[in-house]
């Protein structure tokens, strides 16, 4: 997006030292697998489940802020900030309360360099439980007002042409950078809003969880509120009704237990922005893929799925992935599983979202359970499969070309967008890219067949003990990466040098010592 391109130019600088330092962090950080089996995580995902603490909507006034920067489809960089204001101390009111915030854009995955924000207004009427997505809680949200600061001179001339198309009265005086301008006011017409792409109906769905005890990560203290989703593509997402949730939770700001980016973010306002330090990009190898990685949390997908995943990188670049999806929102009641093999390739450096790589999976082989008599019975009705379908019983589907009643396609190609990082325990985390919003077929949920690559993630997954798991050196599927670097020059070369490996360390030592 151009609008990266403009406020990256800074950000472009701190690039390569931050992949240095991401190498080094790699080299540092124990290769050995997590301590946790994945046969034990199934049951620990089930165990977090239970212990989440449900909150009545009365939790929502107080002031919510990002705990990360976050990845948005597009991409986009952010950090949201959002205050629920009750009138006499309730969120019920029949009539709505006001919700205020601000979302801050950024031109990097770090969000150090804001490039623009988005301050608003609006009215939030809470109605009943979801029956679309159980466990969440749907409202009535209203906009009343929409202002817009550019914080560079170049993103204030972008984003004033793009809303001068449609709402001339805007394109008079050219803005500058640092002035709010006014884009919506209750009553006014929307075409400023779309010319922008703006949102705000992830407050339609929301649901407040406390976790009482889970996996790493896991904060007892501070309650957590999900938002609905976003559609995948910004064009869509003034016509998109939420039916997931967003992968990044807001914390709910205390000031006696907050982390620094809460506090960031809650003591910061448009004419301040908070920007964080920029973080370490890890590169993806195979050697820091090699393994298993599980869900750490039941995960929900557009369209009321429920699931939880594992994905094996194994020799000879082979993968495998465990897809279980389920009837309900604590993964407690299966109803099926598809279980999946191919190979990988690594594609290098992301273009499109800085600090992500492409890999492409190649899907091979796959079978099917049906894990409840309800699926056994949809898919006797289907013409997936060679035989009768039993509970428990595997298919492979291998030659039957998969099952398009599912979205299940063989063999086929799945463009994909990884990333790792650094968790808090020292471990490492793994993200995969946010499926599509449009591909409503439940395979199709998990990106397994596609033209396009995401460009953001999904819920963070962490590596598992699977002791059936054997982990060589791969085959050298790509010998070399063509890829631009962040001053726009064109490369090509192999990464198997080992005196650039070490020549990288060096170089780092000096970056960090200095």
């Not at 406020?7 to 600088?13: C, R």
């Not at 997505?133 to 749907?138: A, D, I």
């Not at 309900?328 to 190979?343: I, L």
């Not at 790589?357 to 894990?371: G, I, K, P, Q």
Request: with cysteine; net charge neutral; hydrophobic share 35%.
């Amino acid at each position: 997006d151009s609008l990266l391109q403009e406020g990256g130019k800074k950000y472009a600088k701190l690039e390569v030292e931050m992949k240095l330092k991401g190498l080094l962090l790699l080299l540092a950080s124990t290769t050995a697998s997590s301590p946790l089996s994945c046969d034990s995580l199934p049951s620990r995902v089930l165990l977090r489940e239970a212990h989440m603490l449900s909150l009545a909507p009365s939790t929502l006034p107080g002031t919510w802020t990002s705990a990360r920067c976050e990845t948005r489809p597009g991409p986009q960089f952010v950090l949201r900030r959002y205050t629920f204001h009750a009138a006499n101390g309730s969120m019920l009111s029949p009539m709505g309360d006001l919700v205020s915030g601000v979302v801050y854009h950024y031109a990097d995955p770090s969000c150090s360099q804001p490039l623009h924000s988005i301050t608003m207004q609006g009215s939030l009427t809470i109605r009943d439980q979801s029956w679309l997505v159980p466990g969440g809680t749907e409202a009535d949200f209203k906009l009343l007002h929409v202002w817009v600061r550019p914080y560079i001179q170049g993103v204030a001339l972008k984003t004033q042409k793009k809303v001068a198309k449609v709402c001339p009265e805007l394109g008079e005086v050219p803005w500058r950078a640092g002035q709010d301008y006014a884009v919506y006011t209750e009553g006014g017409k929307e075409d400023c809003l779309d010319a922008l792409s703006l949102a705000f109906w992830e407050f339609q769905l929301f649901k407040l969880e406390q976790g009482m005890d889970g996996l790493e990560g896991s904060h007892p203290h501070h309650p957590r509120l999900l938002l609905g989703d976003l559609h995948s593509q910004a064009s869509k997402r003034r016509k998109y009704r939420p039916t997931a949730y967003q992968p990044d939770h807001l914390v709910k700001y205390n000031e006696k237990h907050h982390t620094r980016t809460c506090r960031l973010v809650h003591n910061s306002s448009p004419s301040d922005p908070p920007q964080l330090t920029v973080s370490p990009t890890i590169p993806v190898n195979h050697k820091a893929l090699a393994g298993s990685w599980h869900s750490t949390r039941c995960e929900v997908r557009p369209h009321s799925l429920f699931i939880t995943r594992m994905i094996t990188f194994s020799k000879d670049n082979h993968w495998r992935g465990e897809f279980k999806f389920f009837l309900d929102h604590f993964c407690s009641n299966p109803h099926f599983s598809v279980n999946v093999t191919g190979r990988y390739i690594k594609g290098g450096s992301s273009e499109i979202v800085p600090g992500g790589f492409n890999l492409d999976f190649h899907l091979e082989e796959a079978s099917v359970t049906a894990d409840s008599k309800q699926m056994a019975k949809e898919l006797n009705s289907s013409p997936c499969g060679r035989g009768r379908w039993v509970v428990g019983e595997p298919q492979d589907l291998t030659l039957a070309g998969g099952c398009a009643d599912i979205g299940l396609a063989l063999p086929s190609l799945s463009l994909e967008l990884v990333k790792l990082e650094m968790s808090g325990g020292g471990g490492m985390a793994l993200f995969l890219g946010q499926p599509n919003t449009d591909r409503a077929g439940r395979m199709n949920s998990e990106r397994l067949y596609n033209g396009d690559r995401s460009t953001a993630y999904q819920a963070r997954m962490v590596r598992c003990r699977d002791n059936k798991v054997e982990v060589v050196e791969p085959l050298m599927l790509v010998q070399r990466d063509s890829y631009s670097d962040s001053y726009g020059l064109s490369h090509s070369g192999s990464y198997s040098g080992g005196w650039i490996l070490w020549l990288m360390i060096a170089v780092t030592m000096n970056f960090i010592v200095r």
